[in-house]
């Protein structure tokens, strides 16, 4: 088993190396080269008071995230149920399988066709207000198009208005996440001081706009959104209605996580076709063809080959949940590896799916990887091993929201796409921000050059 030994965190000298979670920039990287030069499959850490051990072999990880008993949730998910509660993707045990079994019926494939079709007329309505020339930053554009989306589709609401407000509580909130993930971490959140403040801050703008959807939504019925389930749930046992403060926590966490691993993705997508015109001139090919045009009118996103290994291949190099962790609970044997209570484990997604082990030419940008022999979009195509692509998770507590994910991207892509080309200054680096996902740093500047737009496309 290898083992690397870390700096623990300190305050920096000059010139001195970062620990391990210090050099939050670099803590992508630093994983896929453990992954890729670890030949047992697990690579433990020293970092300071914490025992680390990352997962470096697919199937090891995809039995990790798959174990039913003796881990937990790891670290991260301690860090973000100081902002987001006890929602869906912060509760353990009973509680995440009751909010779970109550949220999957929003989440029906029935459902998601209605959502579709509002992912559609939302991108449409977003297009009208793009024009011939337009300098955008096309990853705030990205988030707030996805807000707008999970707005419409899980709360039956407009946050046109809020979308400035949550922004920018989670550009408060993102350099908080690096500084409480350290040892001792917790401790900044119990004191007076900036980290705090930022916290307290960015919490009450978040609030605000989840109180106003609640109380919107409370007296006004609904039809199968997220929000009009919360609020009708009842205890089998008492008949009492969720606690006000678990609506909350479920609203929030749908809201943040609903909007902003795919704005990420999104806007990863629209950085790799500026740099692959062949790709972006086949993908321009297929979503502004009839049959294309009719798909898209009808939500059929999964007609749109090209355009799914487009998002599949960029979320595979740039994943924006980029790293998942398990706290092990009990001993437990791990394909050999005994992990003792306490130790932390962690699966980098963004090392499993760049190891040349299992990705011919990892570093590479290639969505043809993921068609098949006949053109067609194929999960199995790339022949990567079974845990090697692991974007959502796996097991009891793969993301509920995949599939919407998914969907809404794809349909975005080709709403936008066929109807303008983004150029991105030559040499442009966005930079990593890896923090709760895997962000552009420095966004993504953009010049919009409008696409001839057929005179009656198929429902445009």
């Known amino acids: 088993m290898t083992t690397a030994v870390l700096s623990p965190w300190r305050r920096r000298r000059a010139g001195a190396p970062r620990g391990l979670l210090g050099d939050q920039d670099r803590l992508p990287d630093r994983f896929a080269e453990m992954v890729a030069g670890s030949d047992d499959g697990v690579v433990r850490v020293k970092a300071g008071p914490l025992r680390l051990a990352v997962i470096a072999d697919p199937g090891l990880a995809r039995t990790l995230l798959t174990m039913p008993s003796g881990v937990r949730k790891g670290r991260g998910i301690d860090v973000l149920r100081l902002f987001l509660g006890d929602g869906l993707l912060t509760s353990e045990g009973e509680l995440h399988r009751q909010q779970r079994r109550l949220v999957n019926p929003a989440f029906h494939p029935a459902r998601l066709a209605a959502y579709g079709h509002q992912a559609v007329g939302t991108g449409l309505e977003r297009a009208a207000s793009w024009s011939d020339g337009m300098r955008v930053d096309l990853a705030r554009e990205?988030?707030?198009?996805?807000?707008?989306?999970?707005?419409?589709?899980?709360?039956?609401?407009?946050?046109?208005?809020?979308?400035?407000?949550?922004?920018?509580?989670?550009d408060e909130l993102l350099p908080t996440f690096p500084r409480l993930m350290r040892p001792y971490g917790f401790v900044l959140a119990r004191l007076p001081g900036p980290t705090q403040w930022?916290?307290?801050?960015?919490?009450?703008?978040?609030?605000?706009?989840?109180?106003?959807?609640?109380?919107?939504?409370?007296?006004?019925?609904?039809?199968?959104?997220v929000l009009s389930l919360l609020l009708a749930a009842r205890d089998e046992d008492t008949g009492e209605p969720m606690p006000h403060r678990l609506v909350r926590d479920e609203v929030l966490t749908l809201l943040l996580a609903g909007h902003e691993t795919t704005a990420v993705a999104l806007s990863w997508t629209w950085f790799e076709l500026s740099r692959h015109p062949r790709v972006r001139e086949a993908l321009e090919a297929e979503i502004t063809a009839p049959e294309a045009r009719a798909a898209?009118?009808?939500?059929?996103?999964?007609?749109?080959?090209?355009?799914?290994?487009?998002?599949?291949?960029?979320?595979?190099?740039?994943?924006?949940?980029?790293?998942?962790?398990?706290?092990?609970?009990?001993?437990?044997?791990?394909?050999?590896?005994v992990l003792e209570p306490g130790t932390l484990c962690v699966v980098s997604p963004y090392a499993l799916q760049r190891d040349p082990r299992s990705w011919p030419e990892p570093l590479e940008w290639r969505p043809e990887r993921w068609l098949d022999g006949e053109g067609r979009y194929a999960d199995a195509a790339p022949g990567n091993p079974r845990g090697s692509y692991l974007p959502f998770g796996a097991g009891a507590r793969i993301c509920i929201g995949a599939g919407f994910a998914t969907m809404e991207a794809t349909l975005l892509l080709a709403v936008l796409g066929s109807r303008f080309r983004a150029e991105v200054p030559a040499g442009f680096?966005?930079?990593?921000?890896?923090?709760?996902?895997?962000?552009?740093?420095?966004?993504?500047?953009?010049?919009?050059?409008?696409?001839?737009?057929?005179?009656?496309?198929?429902?445009?």
């Open 198 to 225: 930022r916290m307290r801050r960015a919490g009450a703008r978040l609030d605000a706009v989840v109180e106003r959807l609640i109380a919107a939504r409370r007296d006004g019925g609904g039809d199968g959104e």
């Open 429 to 460: 680096d966005p930079g990593y921000q890896p923090a709760v996902t895997l962000r552009l740093r420095n966004g993504l500047p953009a010049t919009l050059h409008a696409l001839p737009v057929p005179a009656h496309p198929p429902g445009g």
């Open 296 to 337: 898209v009118a009808a939500a059929d996103w999964e007609r749109l080959h090209l355009t799914r290994a487009v998002v599949a291949e960029s979320i595979r190099l740039h994943p924006p949940a980029y790293m998942m962790g398990r706290r092990v609970t009990e001993r437990i044997d791990l394909g050999g590896h």
């Open 142 to 170: 990205m988030n707030s198009l996805t807000l707008d989306v999970v707005g419409r589709t899980l709360f039956g609401a407009d946050l046109s208005t809020e979308a400035a407000d949550i922004a920018a509580a989670v």
